[in-house]
């Protein structure tokens, strides 16, 4: 099955879902503390806010490189969107309305965007599996601990993952609508306008949209014929861009690259290529056309959105754009801590990510995903050979397109090259398809304890079994979920032994710096009047904002060293344990104060000088 639109009882399960996710979010939001990315993020959201504000009242200088680049060069390493929005609401909302302090108002878009994520997951997942799948899904996903935590940030992982999502399900209801694949286009424009991950997504939606199109003109001469044309197309720009490269080698093909140059002509020959293909291929065969219709806006569409929606590259595109690739390109590489060794160069362990998956997701909901998409694999293979190909029933389009969806990004970060740190928030795209799966899963081995039980009882219910199925699978996740708030990446699933079990393997304890909240009472209360805190990892953003909204006392003032401290916070990481030696030496006792510890295990350790 492709397409199929939700029923209206679907919707509304859906926009409850978001509601509920996003209220719960909102709940908890102040609880959580500031991660380090997120000091910049505030920083430039506020910046682009002025810039905006700027532009209604002086839009000539607003509009100039310098005024620009003024505002936008502030983590320009990063698109706009998300910050944009962060910036809007936090004019709205804080400095307009004063409704919400800074931090929730900046944080507000990136709650119901995470929200958004449970909601699309119940749709795909009821349309594939049944309401139950979709239901049990969607609940997993925000459930997992590490989910929830990146889901209150305003960061760009969790608005990456929704947007992947919606990409992916919009390009999934293009094969029954072709209007949503124009929307596939526009949603494209968006998702790589929020991260980088997202210029990933045509190299995993491309093969379906081929394969589909083939086969719906198999019977259709003039569609076939139509597909080789638009696959064609296609080929001979990029070839074509590939011999301008080799001919003006990569310095000239970059400031070659102007409005009036070969570059920007074959671009909008290929987008008017493509129009006029599919309106000639709609004509022979719609279904056909309705499959190839997705990869021509996301061709057209992504990249004028990605300029559109940033100012930065307003005025030099090419440029800037080949400096944000170039620096995801050659990311700096962290020291990270994974099963006793400190990971600092690459090559990176090739079983990291699945390994550090299956010791952060609670085991209760890892197993029903690894169980799924093992299941939708196996039926795959075993309908290759004449022999077995009885035996089971061929995985479904739709049921391949999940699960490749949920291996993508995880394979993606695997690559030894490619730098592995930040928990599992850089894979979080991969997600919501495997909780699909082991929504799957779940409510099929729920079905056939059904079905056995109907011999003695013909009028059982399905709910009197999937509830009481779907609690206790939860129930641990719900209950690490609470007893780990706000502190969402220390969590460690049964799998790893808990927390105490994590740090006997070697794991990376905590980071991201937020679980300084834990002991911004104790300092407030305790330090001295102008007092000088090392709040080691709190960038002097993040130290700035807790003052702003009133966490940390506007008096203290920040330090980098503990040689100049009067209290040192030091937070556990086993590369950075010279910070604490330091601390013993400048203090002259390794005895701390106070801290957090969660089920034992050191988190931050505080120290203040005799």
């Known amino acids: 099955m492709l397409g199929r639109a939700p029923t209206r009882e679907e919707r509304r399960i859906a926009w409850a879902l978001w509601a509920l996710a996003f209220i719960a979010l909102f709940l908890t939001e102040r609880s959580v503390g500031f991660v380090r990315d997120e000091g910049i993020y505030f920083a ?40 944009q929005l962060y910036g809007w609401s936090y004019l709205l909302f804080h400095q ?18 995470g929200a958004l994520v449970p909601a699309l997951t119940f749709l795909l997942g009821s349309a594939l599996h049944g309401r139950a799948a979709g239901l049990f899904a969607a609940l997993a996903f925000l459930l997992v601990p590490r989910h929830s935590f990146n889901a209150e940030l305003a960061a760009f992982d969790m608005p990456v993952a929704a947007m992947w999502l919606l990409v992916v399900y919009a390009f999934w209801r293009a094969m029954e609508d072709h209007r949503w694949g124009v929307w596939c286009g526009v949603a494209f424009g968006l998702a790589i306008a929020t991260k980088h991950n997202a210029l990933f997504l045509p190299f995993v939606l491309l093969p379906f949209a081929l394969w589909r199109a083939w086969k719906e003109s198999e019977a259709t001469p003039a569609a076939r014929e139509g597909v080789w044309r638009f696959v064609a197309l296609f080929a001979a720009v990029a070839l074509l861009y590939g011999l301008l490269f080799v001919a003006l080698g990569p310095s000239g093909f970059q400031k070659r690259f102007l409005w009036l140059s070969p570059h920007v002509l074959l671009f909008v020959g290929l987008a008017v290529g493509a129009l006029w293909l599919l309106r000639e291929l709609y004509r022979a065969s719609e279904p056909t056309a309705r499959a190839l ?22 005025h030099h595109p090419v440029d800037r754009v080949a400096w944000y690739l170039s620096f995801h390109a050659t990311h ?4 990270w801590f994974y099963l006793g060794e400190l990971l600092r160069a690459p090559p ?34 075993l309908s290759l050979p004449a022999r077995t190909r009885e035996w089971v029933s061929r995985p479904s389009t739709t049921e391949a397109l ?15 090259r490619v730098p592995h740190f930040g928990g599992v928030k850089h894979w979080l795209p991969s997600m919501p398809f495997l909780a699909i799966l082991a929504g799957m899963a779940v409510t099929r081995g729920c079905a056939a304890l059904v079905e056995r039980l109907r011999a003695h009882r013909p009028t059982l219910p399905f709910a009197a079994v999937a509830a009481p199925v779907f609690a206790l699978l939860m129930a641990p996740a719900l209950i690490g979920l609470v007893r780990v708030m706000p502190y969402g990446t220390a969590f460690y699933s049964e799998l790893a032994g808990g927390l105490p079990g994590a740090a006997s393997l070697g794991m990376q304890r905590q980071f991201w ?14 330090a001295k009047p102008g007092a000088r805190v090392y709040l080691h990892e709190v960038t002097g953003y993040s130290f700035q904002d807790y003052q702003q909204n009133g966490m940390l006392r506007a008096d203290l003032r920040l330090v980098w060293s503990p040689f100049e401290a009067d209290i040192v916070a030091y937070q556990y990481h086993q590369e950075f344990r010279e910070h604490e030696f330091n601390t013993w030496q400048a203090f002259g006792t390794r005895t701390p104060v106070t801290g957090l510890y969660l089920d034992e295990t050191p988190q931050i350790v505080v120290y203040q000088r005799p």
């Not at 937020?514 to 305790?526: A, C, D, F, K, Y």
Request: hydrophobic letters at 55%.
């Open 293 to 314: 219709i997705p990869v021509a806006a996301m061709a057209a569409f992504g990249p004028v959105i990605f300029y559109l929606h940033w100012p930065y590259l307003w």
């Open 348 to 381: 990176f362990p090739l079983t990291y990510v699945v390994v550090k998956t299956a010791l952060t997701v609670p085991t209760s909901l890892f197993v029903p995903m690894v169980l799924g998409w093992l299941t939708v694999v196996g039926r795959a293979l």
């Open 96 to 113: 307009g309305l004063g409704w919400l302090r800074p931090a929730t108002a900046l944080r507000l878009p990136a709650l119901a965007m």
């Open 513 to 526: 710096s937020s679980h300084v909240t834990s002991v911004l009472p104790w300092i407030n209360q305790h």
């Open 402 to 416: 999940v699960a490749v969806n949920a291996v993508a990004s995880i394979l993606i970060i695997s690559h030894p």
């Open 44 to 83: 430039a959201s506020e910046s682009y806010a002025s810039w905006w504000k700027l532009l209604f009242q002086a839009p000539g200088r607003a509009l100039t490189d310098a005024g620009i680049v003024r505002a936008f060069d502030v983590n320009h390493e990063h698109p706009a969107l998300m910050k």
């Open 332 to 335: 700096e590489h962290y020291a």
